[in-house]
Each structure stands twice: as C-alpha cells, then as structure tokens.
Nanobody
C-alpha cells in the first residue's frame, strides 16, 4: 500500500523559503512520476513540479519556475521567494500503476 505523508509547511513571510518533504512508503512501480501540487481555497488543484523516473526529467509549471526546485527523486520541494499567492495546501503525488495523494500540508505566506 502506497502511503505519502507531507511535512514542512507553515507560516512564512513574503520572500521567505520553505522546504517540503514527502515521506513515501510502499512505492510499487519502477516507472513513475512523483510530483507536487497545490490547492488554494476556491481554486482547482494546480500541478507545480514533477520528476520522472523513466527519463530522469523534471518539469515545472510556469508559475513556480525559477523559484521552486524539486529534488531528483521528487520527494522534496524547495520553495524560495515565496509570495502571498503561493498560500495553499500542498500535496505530494505518486503516479505509477495508479495515482496516490498525501493528506497535504498548509503553506501560508503572509506578513
């Protein structure tokens, strides 16, 4: 059984940084994607970054390119130069044979 547990969220001032972690267990597919998404109140879930195990490529959404960095294994998300509009619940996602989600971690960017 795949389990994902995010941590590292919190309250940070604009311009600050956070590092999110995804503790993963039960991963069951050699070829998979691990990525990070977020969902702000009243908005759809947004894909931010992902890492592919098959070709070792990393992908970023335009909204976070240059500010966020996903680790090669996809289990960490370094977020720099945070803005108030980055406030959301952040989720780790594993997609192998099927997709799995963690429970999310709240990130609040506010002065």
């Amino acid at each position: 059984q795949v389990q994902l547990v995010e941590s590292g969220g919190g309250l940070v001032q604009p311009g600050g940084s956070l590092r999110l972690s995804c503790a993963a267990s039960g991963l069951n597919s050699e070829y998979h994607y691990i990525g990070w998404f977020r969902q702000a109140p009243g908005k759809e879930r947004e894909g931010l970054a992902c890492s592919s195990s098959s070709n070792s490529r990393i992908y970023y959404a335009d909204s976070v390119k240059g500010r966020f960095t996903i680790s090669r294994n996809g289990l960490y998300l370094q977020m720099n130069m945070l803005k108030p509009e980055d406030t959301a619940v952040y989720y780790c996602n594993y997609f192998g044979v099927r997709g799995y989600w963690g429970q999310g971690t709240q990130v609040t960017v506010s002065s």
